[in-house]
């Protein structure tokens, strides 16, 4: 699911190139749903790919989905299948208080913190870019082939603190010089629901952070991750 418009990081794009690029080489099957298609907030065709999709990949920012495409995600994530979410997948489904949720239409605003295990509180535009680096001890199948040393973040930090107990952070990102928000996850993985749905979130996503190598590599590793058994 992702959603082309300005403040969207230019998400389709990267979607469609991550599909052709990364994943559709190594054997999967892959729709990219694009919203806002007939109109604003409905993504057509979600149903039919989600009902016997394996993976949920979701970047996309404030969107109130029709009640059965909504009931569809849900369902997705009870069944005990995963999800991958890329930056702004953590305010995906919340409206902010200027916003008019129209008849028909549903919100999750518990969606960031329930599933995701992060919150949602703003982001830092000073310092940038900002650095990433790993979490000290961590080792873990996600980093194989990743050279950290390469990533940067080029667009805002996000304040996701404070993220769930059960959350284990894998990627912390620094702003430099300039900035007020101390260090913030940037990765983490938890699970979600009785089903223990393998969950993957990433404030990565920018257009410059999806153009570095170890970035696409990190994802295309999360993709193996979240749908191992």
């Known amino acids: 699911m992702a959603v082309e418009e ?38 057509e065709g979600l149903v039919a790919a989600l009902k016997d999709a394996d993976l949920l990949i979701l970047f996309s920012r404030r969107r109130f ?17 995963p999800l991958l979410g ?22 999750w605003p518990e969606f960031t913190h329930d599933v995701l295990g992060g919150e949602n509180t703003g982001y830092e535009t000073k310092g940038l870019p900002y650095t990433v680096s790993v979490i000290d001890g961590i080792k873990t199948p996600l980093l194989e082939g990743v050279n950290t040393a390469n990533i940067r973040g080029y667009q805002s930090l996000y304040k996701v603190l404070p993220l769930a107990a059960d959350a284990t952070p894998i990627l912390i990102g620094t ?46 590793n999360a993709v193996k991750w979240t749908l191992e058994k």
Do not use: C
Request: no cysteine.
């Open 86 to 107: 890329i930056r702004t997948a953590n305010h995906a489904f919340i409206p902010r208080p200027k916003d008019t949720v129209d008849a028909g239409l549903t919100i």
């Open 65 to 81: 989905l029709p009640k059965e495409q909504m009931e569809t995600v849900r369902a997705h994530l009870n069944a005990g299948k």
């Open 175 to 220: 702003a430099g010089a300039g900035a007020s928000t101390p260090p913030q996850p940037v990765a983490w993985t938890r699970s979600y629901g009785a089903n223990k749905a393998r969950v993957f979130y990433t404030s990565l996503g920018a257009p410059e952070d999806m153009r570095i190598a170890d970035v696409r590599r990190l994802l295309a």
């Open 6 to 43: 300005p403040d969207n990081y230019d998400a389709v794009n990267s979607m469609n190139a991550f599909a052709a690029n990364e994943l559709r080489p190594q054997g999967h099957q892959v729709t990219v749903v694009v919203g806002d298609k007939p109109v604003k907030h409905h993504f």
